[in-house]
């Protein structure tokens, strides 16, 4: 369970920067705020309603908590609605003139817009699925782990998350950012430098 949600979430750098954002902080910051929201709304007289007057500046706040909502209403709701504002208005600016060659002529419907990325792939899922799979299992895991999964599958997944964060691959949609980040990472281990090593485990002993 542990590793499937941490490949759910480094599978995250496969979105595009305003939907990585919402996971990384947004969620985040909206837990913060529920929290505040409701143990304000615990301490106030006039409950809900007026926790929600103090956090939209109508009243002015009576104790800790509603201080708390009320800086938050004050200052982080605005600032973050006008941030992800800018950052979208800006982005389209920029790339308005922008077309991927792989997004030619191509129609991407609301379905496809909304699909989900899928998770980095989970090694032992590969095991005995062809012969291209058990020999990259071979040079990855039995060589450059020394058979050690739980270490490979962690750097497997570092590897890919961070190959998903490269210019090359911005331009990509979601699911053909994923697939590109895991056939690069997979083809690291052909390459002459890297054959039977891992590149996470060799950028690590260089800068610990």
Known sequence: MVVRIRRTFRSRKALSGVTQWFIEWGIPIALVIGFVWVFGASRSEKGWSGIYRVFTLIDRPEHGSSWSASILGWLLVPALIGGVAGHVIATRMQRVKEIATNHL??????????????????????????????DFLVRFVGLAHQGDWKKAQNHWEILVRDVLCTVELAELDR??????????????????????????????????
Not at 116 to 128: A, D, N
């Open 175 to 208: 699911t053909e950012a994923l697939a590109s980040a895991q056939s690069f990472a997979r083809a690291v281990m052909w390459m002459t430098g890297y054959q039977d090593k891992c590149l996470v485990c060799a950028v690590r002993a260089t800068n610990p």
């Open 105 to 134: 002529f191509q129609q991407r419907g609301l379905r496809r817009r909304l699909k989900l990325p899928g998770r980095i792939t989970f090694l032992e899922s590969l095991y005995r699925t062809s012969t291209q799979d058990d």
